[in-house]
């Protein structure tokens, strides 16, 4: 005798034994669907895909640019460094020239034309930040700011500055020109 199996009554598929056809025919409308379901993940996968594709693109493109416009930058602070510098110059050379003009002018006149010409060629320095090194005679001779030209005997203790025989500059905390010094002699 064989069995049949309980039915339930809220389950129809239980109630009835299912054919090979009915299960085969089941089966593929289980896959069509899972497929379906595939199909559109793989749709919403490559919008996505195609969305993030465009905004790394995007992205690059603008990273490129700011590295473009940077150069650019660079590029034109490098051709302009010195205008200000230049600018501050310019009033020197106006005030020379001016100098140059007079012709009959006394000894007196040049000589305070020539200071006045020197503070302001010294202002346009400062403005810039280029300071003088002068060291004071008897200073200690620092290596970094001054170059000995020679060493002399002196009444003073050794490795100090004697004279100064060209002064030194500075730019920005850099040496430009180190000051040229004669140094006292160990004795």
């Known amino acids: 005798m064989s069995q ?50 465009d905004q790394f693109l995007r992205a690059k493109a603008e990273a ?3 590295r473009r416009r940077a150069d650019e930058e660079v590029a034109k602070a490098r051709k302009f460094a010195v205008e200000g510098f230049a600018e501050s110059l310019l009033a020197v050379a106006d005030s020379l020239e001016a100098g140059l003009a007079v012709q009959e002018a006394t000894r007196e006149q040049l000589r305070e034309g020539t200071e006045a010409t020197l503070k302001q060629l010294k202002s346009a320095l400062e403005r810039h930040k280029v300071v003088e090194i002068a060291p004071a005679a008897a200073s200690r001779f620092d290596p970094h700011q001054h170059q000995a030209i020679s060493m002399v005997p002196a009444d003073q203790e050794p490795n100090t500055v004697v004279t100064v025989l060209q002064k030194g500059y500075l730019i920005a905390e850099r040496v430009l020109r180190p000051a040229l010094v004669t140094v006292a002699a160990p004795k």
């Open 4 to 53: 049949t199996p309980p039915t339930d009554p809220q389950n129809p598929a239980a109630q009835a034994p299912v054919s090979p056809e009915e299960a085969e025919a089941a089966q593929a409308a289980n896959e069509a669907e899972a497929l379906a379901g595939l199909q559109a993940e793989l749709a919403t996968l490559k919008a996505q895909n195609a969305d993030l594709a």
């Open 64 to 66: 490129e640019n700011a």
